[in-house]
């Protein structure tokens, strides 16, 4: 039984700590290592302490791992969450140590799911799909750029060739991250790499991200906790009569395995028969080009979550429905 909750605001210098039994804080600030953080929990019992921290990119992920193979339970909270629950609460303060508090209440009254730490396979495939994304961001920013002085007042040989010698550079080392990536899944995860690719329109990079992010499912039981971590769950907004928006995705899960599956779905109208007839009859439907391509790639993921999940081959058309809405 869980007596008390340590809440976590993670930053990269510093983490604040606050330890909550349902009636009162106590409060305090360590450096963010794991060394300072297991010596400043090692005095609360693993079996009535829960820690719950926010999801800060990289910062909080190694005290989780560290908290987990100490044997502390350990959740790990989006902070979109964490803000509406404060908003709830009509908490107005925004400091390192109310935030604190904030994800102790939160995680005493909620007791959110467990933290799973990915296998070591897992994590290397996702910095390399970090690593990526970092480089395909800054490939873009040198593009724009020198599109930029072109539209200006033009630009001087010289610069235009140190831009264009860095955007080089960046291919060069984005074809190193790819083959790397692709040797890593041919290691560690083959027949999981030749599955979901058997899939027309499925690339590796879409069964990269799978692996990465989802593993085989292990650790969602349903499809739709699957499409809600990565935030293509619609998101109603209706209010009487007189607000009725429609539905957008959510947008609360996982941005880059949001991206990856809609840049999937591009895909999948040119190149699978079966997504390409849908994705025509909802347009006829009156459904927007990129609601439509949003709805593929939730569709995709349910069946690439059934395919790994229960152990099964993709069969075109087995699932196949036309409802637009």
């Keep these: 039984m869980i007596h008390q909750v340590i809440g976590m605001d993670v930053s990269k210098q510093t983490v604040d700590i606050s330890v909550y039994n349902g009636n009162y804080h106590k409060h305090k600030i360590i450096s963010n290592t794991s060394t300072s953080f297991l010596h400043a929990i090692r005095k609360y019992d693993k079996e009535t302490t829960h820690l719950v921290m926010e999801s800060t990119g990289i910062y909080h992920l190694r005290l989780a791992i560290a908290a987990t193979e100490s044997g502390y339970p350990v959740s790990i909270v989006n902070p979109l969450i964490i803000k509406r629950y404060g908003e709830m609460k009509m908490r107005r303060a925004k400091t390192d140590k109310a935030d604190a508090k904030l994800i102790a209440e939160y995680g005493y009254e909620q007791q959110p799911p467990l933290f799973n730490p990915a296998s070591k396979e897992r994590g290397q495939i996702q910095q390399l799909l970090k690593g990526l994304e970092d480089l395909y961001h800054s490939k873009t920013q040198m593009s724009n750029r ?91 907004r209706q209010s009487g009569t007189s607000v009725n928006k429609g539905s957008n995705i959510s947008k609360k899960g996982h941005s880059l395995i949001r991206k990856t599956l809609y840049m999937c779905s591009l895909s999948l109208v040119r190149c ?29 993921l349910r069946q690439i979550f059934a395919i790994l999940k229960y152990d099964r081959e993709w069969t075109p058309y087995y699932s196949l429905n036309f409802k637009t809405a």
Excluded: C, W
Aim: charged share 25%; hydrophobic share 35%; proline share 5%.
């Design 146 to 236: 020198l599109e930029a002085y072109d539209y200006g007042l033009g630009i001087t040989p010289a610069l235009r060739e140190s831009i264009t010698t860095i955007i080089n550079t960046i291919n060069e080392e984005i074809d190193k991250l790819t083959d790397e990536l692709n040797d890593h899944m041919d290691k560690h995860y083959p027949e999981v790499k030749e599955k979901l690719t058997s899939i027309p329109g499925v690339g590796a990079k879409t069964a990269s991200t799978i692996i990465a992010y989802y593993g085989e499912f292990e650790n969602f039981e349903t499809a739709k906790q699957a499409v809600s971590f990565a935030g293509l769950n619609p998101n109603p």
């Design 272 to 300: 699978n028969p079966e997504f390409k007839t849908y994705y025509e009859h909802m347009l006829a439907g009156g459904k927007a080009k990129k609601k439509a391509l949003v709805a593929i790639a939730n569709k995709i």
